[in-house]
């Protein structure tokens, strides 16, 4: 019997802010800028990257281009997505092991 695989993709399971937000906070948690870039990207093709360059004023280019996994979003394009997607960034103390 052959197995067949199929690829997953989260963005299909990104419906609401509140799975947003959970899935940011967990790329977060890792600290590697390169995965959390391209979470955002995945939570941004999960939205819709046309729907969100209208509502950010950014190019889709420039979305695709700051949210891959070699991309380096700028503060205000990070916050300008962020405000789009309707969730927003909370600071802590760190915690030390």
Avoid: C, W
Wanted: proline fraction near 4%.
């Amino acid at each position: 019997m052959t197995e067949t695989f199929t690829e997953f993709d989260p963005a299909t399971y990104l419906t609401n802010p509140e799975a947003i937000a959970e899935f940011m906070s967990d790329a977060l948690e890792t600290g590697d800028a390169a995965y959390i870039a391209k979470a955002m990207g995945v939570v941004a093709r999960a939205k819709g990257m046309t729907e969100l360059a209208r509502e950010t004023g950014l190019s889709r280019e420039q979305l695709y281009r700051s949210f891959s996994e070699h991309g380096n979003p700028t503060l205000k394009t990070l916050l300008a997505v962020m405000n789009a997607l309707g969730i927003e960034m909370t600071i802590r103390p760190q915690v030390t092991h």
